[in-house]
């Protein structure tokens, strides 16, 4: 979540095989033991909290009337006639025959209802005193300007625009401008490489390109526009290139007729922009994720039932004030976290919001907390790998900076340990501050089970319950309800607003990656276990997707890349438990005959090779070069076997291996240190 060079972490790792996925892995077990600890909520804010314990029996007993009552929190240019469609499961459609403009629900409303001058974004730059505030005024004013400068140059509603950004206002701006327009936008992480870039551009089929010459990591430039170059000398397609200037640097590639400087186009244009109400179904933004297989899923989020599942979520379990808080998610906008609740979630609740755009230990590793105390940040959200780093850099760090102002503190993106949970709650919270440790995907666009911070008394790494309106269910094979003590695989019994619609372009996929497994129920992918109280324990991923400092990697999207190397003959990845990153990526190569031992460096070839293809975030953090690879006799790889060496564990059982001399075989090239760790 905070760097693009980190890699891993998380509890249970995918298990290709199958066999072992539901074991809880060495976090998980701890959790399981920690179960009796709990925390109330504290007086003050249950006694003033946004939910009430109620509110599940409300939505419990009218679930569709409970959302249609939420609805109200969005401004609809017309109002809708039927809540939820589900004639046609899976494809669902929320708020029937609603029009809405997201972007003016995001900004002009709140202006038209004297909301104007309220600071949306306190921005803080990298470099120090680099910083900038927009009110809701000052955004609306930017995003019509943004909205017209698109216009100029031909998008239309349906258009897909593809975002490449540092964390800077200009990236807010731009997915509005797109919103605004009704063109859904697709952002990609800056820390993805050309090759992922350009076809991600090309599945979606993008014509308008938005970027910037770069964005400040680690004190220094880092630049961006390279490999947008790179990947639009691939697209054909691609007509325009708007460019931010964050960082100036002069050695910058142009294409005179495809690239344009944003502060050509956008500053001269006019502050007035119309917009337009669209359909409640239409598209917003389409945001891709690793699956179990090598192509990345376009997730498609649409306009209506997005925002009102964003923003009730974000005004529930963050329990916002928006006249007095000031909150700060320090996820990328890369990631949905971002687009949920960065962007849309709390802009459409007219909340004030801090954004920073650099790493945490610039210019020093206190830099978050000077932070919080400048800004005097009152709800904070960030992920279990970022806290665990703080864990190990030490308490003193942030005990120097006053965080007296903090009332809440979230934790999203892979289980968050009960050590690591105690430490936040502790050194960064006084021990006064619940913690929300909110469990969701890409897929369901909000977040779906989490405490609500003024009704549960948490427990230490349980996300406890579906929120108000969700029901999801914790099935075993046979797809019936385990029971409580038990473990199974996570489920959403009932559709809810922010859900995917499809994947972009694949009706099919959809249904059969999320749809499938158990008939109509969707499928999270996760292992899950419930208490003796019924609460939700998430144990990690099933399938063979990792989970990386909160970033979900595929494992054969990995394994492809490699095996594109001309060196490589076969690949196998593995996520192995880690300290800092929950899981990191283990991968284990047979080279060709060809290429001998591959010469000294050809691991770093390697790790350069799988950055190129898919990005620095997929490196793996081990490369083992290995003779064979431990295979069954259908011929599918015993992920679980290398898993254990991966983990310097004693191998499992090896009676449903081909050919069992196999492992020694691995085990005398560790012995050997034919292997590279990275750091
Ligand atoms: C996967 C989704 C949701 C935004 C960030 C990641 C894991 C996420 C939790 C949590 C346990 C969690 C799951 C999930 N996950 N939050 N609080 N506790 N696991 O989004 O890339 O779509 O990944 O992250 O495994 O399926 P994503």
């Given amino acids: 979540m905070t760097d693009k060079d980190q890699t891993t972490v998380t509890s249970e790792s995918s298990a290709g095989d199958g066999s072992d996925a539901l074991k809880p892995s060495g976090d998980a077990l ?11 909520p504290p007086v003050e804010l249950a006694t003033n909290a946004n939910v ?8 419990d007993a ?10 109200e929190r969005i401004t609809w240019a017309q109002p809708f006639e039927e809540v939820l469609d589900w004639s046609e499961p899976p494809f669902a459609k929320w708020f029937v025959g609603g029009k809405l403009n997201a972007a003016y629900n995001c900004l002009d409303r709140h202006v038209a209802e004297g909301r104007g001058g309220r600071v949306a974004f306190h921005w803080i730059g990298e470099p120090d005193d680099d910083t900038r505030t927009l009110t809701y005024a000052d955004l609306k004013d930017e995003v019509c300007k943004a909205a017209n400068a698109l216009v100029e140059l031909g998008v239309r509603s349906g258009d897909c625009i593809a975002i490449y950004m540092p964390m800077i206002p200009e990236t807010v701006i731009a997915m509005l401008a797109c919103a605004r327009l009704g063109a859904p936008h697709t952002v990609i992480f800056g820390g993805f490489s050309a090759d992922a870039l350009s076809s991600r551009i090309q599945d979606c089929d993008a014509r308008v390109v938005i970027t910037a010459d770069g964005g400040y990591r680690r004190g220094a430039p880092s630049a961006l526009k390279p490999p947008v170059d790179e990947a639009v000398s691939r697209c054909p397609d691609v007509r325009s290139v708007l460019v931010v200037r964050r960082t100036g640097q002069d050695d910058i590639e142009w294409n005179g007729e495809r690239d344009v400087w944003w502060h050509d186009l956008v500053d001269k244009q006019s502050t007035e922009h119309e917009p337009e109400a669209f359909d409640a179904e239409h598209p917003l933004y389409v945001m891709y994720t690793s699956g179990s297989t090598g192509k990345p899923k376009g997730i498609l989020h649409s306009t209506g039932g997005y925002l009102v599942g964003t923003a009730y979520t974000h005004w529930a379990i963050f329990d916002l004030k928006p006249e007095t808080d000031v909150y700060w998610c320090s996820a990328d906008i890369g990631w949905v976290t971002g687009h949920s609740y960065i962007v849309y979630g709390p802009l459409a609740n007219g909340a004030t919001s801090v954004m920073y755009e650099g790493t945490p230990d610039t210019p020093h590793k206190g830099r978050w907390w000077q932070i919080v105390q400048d800004y005097k940040v009152t709800k904070f959200y960030t992920a279990p790998t970022a806290i665990r780093t703080f864990m190990k850099w030490g308490a003193e760090i942030p005990a120097k900076h006053d965080l007296s102002s903090l009332q809440l503190l979230g934790s999203v993106g892979e289980p968050i340990n009960p050590e690591a949970y105690m430490w936040y709650r502790k050194e960064i919270g006084s021990d006064r501050c619940p913690v929300v440790d909110t469990w969701w995907q890409t897929e369901t666009g909000m977040i779906m089970i989490s405490p609500l911070p003024g009704v549960t008394a948490g427990k230490p790494g349980s996300a406890m319950k579906a929120i108000p309106g969700i029901s999801a269910a914790v099935v075993n094979d046979a797809g019936e309800p385990v029971e409580r003590g038990s473990g199974g695989y996570l489920v959403l019994t009932e559709p809810w607003p922010a859900m995917l619609r499809t994947l972009w372009g694949d009706d099919e996929r959809y249904k059969e990656t999320y749809w499938s497994r158990f008939p109509g129920r969707y499928f999270a992918g996760d292992g899950a276990k419930l208490d003796e109280d019924g609460d939700v324990w998430l144990l990690g991923r099933v399938d063979d997707v990792m989970n990386v400092s909160g970033h979900r990697l595929s494992t054969t999207e990995i394994e492809s890349a490699l095996v594109s190397h001309p060196k490589v003959a076969e690949a196998a990845v ?13 991968a284990f190569v047979i080279l060709r005959e060809s290429a001998g031992d591959g010469g000294e460096d050809v691991v770093a070839e390697l790790r350069a090779h799988v950055a190129k293809e898919i990005g620095a975030i997929a490196k793996p953090k081990t490369i083992m070069v290995v003779p064979e690879l431990p295979k069954t006799r259908s011929g599918k790889i015993m992920r679980r076997l290398l898993r254990d060496v991966a983990e310097h564990r004693e191998t499992g059982d090896v009676t449903t291996l081909a050919d069992s001399s196999v ?12 292997t590279a760790d990275d750091d």
């Fill in 574 to 586: 593995v996520g192995a438990a880690d300290n800092m990153t929950g899981q990191a990526v283990a």
């Fill in 52 to 59: 009430t314990a109620a509110e599940y029996d409300e939505a």
């Fill in 663 to 674: 492992m020694d075989l691995i085990k005398s090239n560790l012995d050997e240190g034919k």
């Fill in 62 to 71: 009218d679930r569709l009337a409970f959302w249609a009552k939420q609805a």
């Fill in 30 to 40: 701890s959790n399981l033991l920690h179960e009796e600890r709990r925390f109330e």
